[in-house]
């Protein structure tokens, strides 16, 4: 059974940062890629990051580009996003998913086939 669980989020003044953590199991974590996709209030759910296998294949949003860092430790099969600088147009709610499969026209920005349960990044400006 694959299970993802995001953790990291909370309460943060504008410039401010947050490491967001999603624990893996059950799926071959070292071997995935795997990504953050975040939703706010009344939009729809849309992708922040990308990090391959062995962490190739790093890719990022244009809007967090620069302040935003995917990593993951495949010994814990954990992924990390690690966010500097935040903004309140970052509020959202943070999902981690995979494994990302390559697919024609979006690459690998596109959703995995499964969802962390979200976790609550609030920016106060």
């Known amino acids: 059974q694959v299970q993802l669980v995001d953790s990291g989020g909370g309460l943060v003044q504008a410039g401010g940062s947050l490491r967001l953590s999603c624990a893996a199991s059950?799926?071959?974590?070292?071997?995935?890629?795997m990504g953050w996709f975040r939703q706010a209030p009344g939009k729809e759910r849309e992708f922040v990051a990308v990090?391959?296998?062995?962490?190739?294949?790093?890719d990022y949003a244009d809007s967090v580009k620069g302040r935003f860092t995917a990593s993951r430790d495949d010994g814990k099969n954990t992924l990390y996003l690690q966010m500097n600088s935040l903004k309140p147009e970052d509020t959202a709610v943070y999902y981690c998913?995979?494994?990302?499969?390559?697919?024609?026209?979006?690459?690998?920005?596109?959703?995995?086939?499964?969802w962390g349960q979200g976790t609550q990044v609030t920016v106060s400006s």
């Open positions: 059950g799926l071959p974590f070292s071997s995935s890629a």
């Open positions: 990090i391959g296998w062995a962490g190739r294949s790093i």
């Open positions: 998913t995979g494994p990302i499969r390559f697919r024609v026209g979006v690459g690998l920005r596109g959703p995995g086939d499964y």
